[in-house]
């Protein structure tokens, strides 16, 4: 089915309509959101020609554990915030397609904690990181705007946790719920002159939905905040993850679905009786450890700002993969366990300089970032003798190198009703792979790429409750380091991988319709040429190849309303047409992508009592169907609709404050595939959600 712009060319029209009827009065909170990810200074949303959200932190902790933020971010349109049920694997989050790919862990979309990347330099991310518990707000950014991030910014996910306020607090919070899940978390801060302080720290296990899922993830936080002068401020953060011997229960084969959506793959070549599953024979399991610390000064110099973050860490990981043909493994096989220890460091540097031009103002933001990774990184082979799921001989020794250098530039220029906002980013992207394991050939080498990406954006302010936006960029995605590590389903690197270059276009509209009504509109299209695409997976080995060009032409829409009595609604939909634009070896032209979905939609209606003692939601959540295959041969994860419930009660007692709460995930208990494994050679692409679910927690919160 083609893409119809016609219905979306009767939105673009209808909406400035109807907020032109609107009344003037309208509530200034819902012009006022202020966001920085945008243009790296505080900015109202509102009047930004870009499209970004703000998941703020009662819908972060509506009725939830914060145990994974793809419940919070189920409420943005363009993403897709999958929840594998694979705590080994992490979420797999995209963004108006960027991402979809990723086998494990965040591909294709930039993400941050306070400043501090959860991406390194060569794209990699790792969503488990942000500390939910203390996040004030989740900031998505989407579009050409995200493009001045540089590699893999198909889209920015940033975290802001909050900052120390007030007299000293202590907080307790404890949930629990199906298959297993437990959490405790425990927190304290405040602020005495200027200094501010804030100290969390979590322990979360659960037995998992899916046989061979168990998991248990500790998690630390800590924030300091020194006021240097009346303009200026010092933040130190440092947080901490550590998740011993996580299972992988891997992907199943549709028919294993259909049979039981819990059970793991059945190893044909097991020769017990009965057969054991995959994971199960050869104990697939990771094990991470990962810690890092950032600082960052802000100081203003009148109308001028200086910006400065640096930050260092360490994520060593240890896992256990599964190879069914680990005896007949060719020399050039670096085996089934991953060893690796690294050190990553980095700093972002900017200032900006607000200043008067032609009648209007300008703001120039002139920056410098850079960072590297270094990686210890081993290999050994899942087997000894004859039994399988312990470290083997050596096959892989080396260290790998991943550095980005780039300078940027940003402009706004606003002039009464205008807005027009220009960048230009030069990003460097070096890796070097040093090879000490050399008697299978020496794999060391190096491979080097350099993109210039620039933007350029318009807002036109219509009415004060009325704003429309064009804007248009250029992108760019190195492979990532885990992207380079095969060539085909042999071993060896693959230096030939080529960067996916983007042309960004979007159009859209924010508009007050009536004083209680929000709506954002965006219209977007992307082409892509040598988009990287999954050439062979199997057993948790992925290797990659620059495919032809891709089109993916959407329009995302969110709507917030105040419906009064206490009531509220939102709804976020996107629909998405994502499709090679040429044919290539195997894939025909206008085949969709692999991955992702052609509609989402999230929708709440939420009750609060008029002092806040008791409110209440039902949550819709739904799908389209998603191919795990280039070639679209493959049965399609089916689309689903699910609705959720929950409830919380809050109390105040002096200085203590109390909350409960009860959720009900999937009420209706239909059985779904949450995300695919794309391109799985053995067609083990589907990991299964859970059915009905429920989780029950409360929390304790003191202030001195």
């Known amino acids: ?56 932190a009662d819908r972060i902790g509506a009725a939830q554990p914060r145990v994974n933020a793809s419940e919070a971010l189920a409420a943005v349109p363009g993403l897709t915030v999958q929840n594998r049920q694979n705590y080994a694997q992490d979420l797999q989050i995209s963004s108006r397609g960027f991402g979809a790919r990723s086998a494990f862990g965040v591909r294709g979309v930039r993400l941050a904690a306070d400043g501090v990347p959860a991406t390194m330099p060569d794209g990699q991310g790792q969503a488990a990181t942000f500390d939910l518990d203390m996040a004030e707000r989740i900031e ?72 061979h899922s168990a998991a248990t993830r500790d998690q630390a936080y800590a924030k300091l905040t020194f006021d240097t ?42 020769t017990q009786t009965p057969k054991r599953t995959l994971a199960d024979r050869y104990d697939t399991h990771k094990s991470i450890h990962h810690q890092q610390i950032g600082l960052a000064w802000d100081e203003k110099f009148g109308t001028d700002r200086l910006h400065l973050t640096v930050y260092g860490g360490n994520r060593r990981v240890i896992q ?11 020399a050039s096989h670096s085996g089934g366990v991953v060893d690796f ?49 312990v470290k083997g001989r050596l096959r892989r020794d080396e260290d790998d190198d991943v550095r980005d250098v780039a300078p940027y530039l940003q402009l706004e220029w606003e002039r009464g009703a ?27 080498g190096s491979v080097d790429y350099r993109h210039t990406t620039p933007l350029l954006g318009a807002l036109y302010k219509v009415t004060p409750i009325l704003n429309v936006y064009v804007s248009a960029a250029r992108g760019f995605e190195t492979p990532t380091l885990n992207e380079v590590f095969y060539a085909g389903t042999g071993g060896g690197f693959n ?70 009595a206490g009531f509220s609604a939102r709804v976020a939909a996107t629909l998405l047409r994502a499709i090679y634009d040429e044919a290539f070896t195997g894939v025909a032209q206008g085949n969709r992508l692999p991955g992702v979905p052609r509609t989402n939609l999230f929708g709440e209606l939420a009750w609060k009592a008029s002092d806040g003692w008791l409110q209440a939601a039902l949550e819709t959540v739904a799908s389209g169907n998603v191919y795990p295959d280039d070639a679209n041969a493959a049965m399609p994860a089916p689309g689903y609709a699910i609705v959720n419930a929950r409830v919380q009660a809050n109390q105040a007692l002096g200085g203590w404050r109390l909350r409960e709460y009860a959720r009900v995930n999937n009420v209706f208990d239909r059985t779904y595939v949450g995300s695919v494994i794309v391109g799985d050679s053995n067609k083990r692409y589907y990991e299964p959600a859970p059915g009905r679910n429920w989780v029950l927690g409360a929390s304790v919160h003191y202030q001195f």
């Open 320 to 330: 256990y993969q599964a190879f069914s043909k680990a005896f007949q493994a060719p």
């Open 341 to 389: 220890d690294r050190d990553f460091y980095g700093f972002d540097a900017n200032w900006l300089m607000v200043r008067p031009l032609a009648d209007g103002t300008l703001r120039t933001t002139v920056g410098l970032e850079a960072g590297k990774s270094n990686d210890a990184r081993k290999g050994y082979e899942n087997y000894v003798g004859t039994t399988f799921g």
């Open 495 to 564: 230096y030939h991988l080529g960067a996916a270059t983007s042309t960004q276009l979007e159009t859209g509209a924010k508009a007050l319709i009536g004083p209680d009504v929000r709506v954002n509109a965006a219209l977007f299209q992307v082409r892509t040429h040598d988009e990287l695409v999954v050439d062979s997976a199997s057993g948790g080995r992925t290797s990659y190849r620059n495919a032809s060009a891709t089109l993916r032409q959407g329009l995302e829409l969110s709507l917030d309303a105040d419906l009064h």
């Open 229 to 270: 002068s009346s303009t200026g401020k010092l933040t130190v953060t440092a947080g901490g993850l550590r998740q011993d011997d996580t299972q992988d229960p891997l992907g199943v084969t549709w028919t294993t679905f259909q049979r039981d959506p819990r059970a793991g793959e059945i190893d044909a070549t097991d």
């Open 140 to 211: 998505v950014l989407r579009g050409p705007l995200s493009t001045l991030y540089g590699n893999h910014a198909g889209g920015v996910i940033q975290l802001f946790t909050r900052d120390p306020q007030g007299a000293p607090f202590v907080e307790t919070n404890v949930a629990g719920g199906s298959d297993g899940m437990r959490k405790t978390d425990v927190n304290a801060g405040g602020k005495q002159g200027s200094f501010g302080w804030l100290l969390d720290g979590s322990r979360f296990e659960t037995d998992g939905y899916r046989a």
């Open 1 to 56: 089915m083609r893409f119809r712009l016609n219905a979306v060319a009767a939105l673009f029209v209808a909406t400035p309509l109807a907020a032109a009827a609107a009344a003037p009065d309208a509530p200034e909170a819902q012009l006022n959101v202020v966001v920085v990810s945008a243009t790296r200074a505080e900015h109202t949303s509102f009047d930004l020609p870009a499209a970004i959200d703000v998941v703020d």
């Open 418 to 444: 205008w807005v027009f906002t220009g960048g230009l980013r030069h990003s460097r992207v070096s890796f070097d792979v040093a090879d000490h394991y050399l008697s299978n050939g020496n794999d060391g």
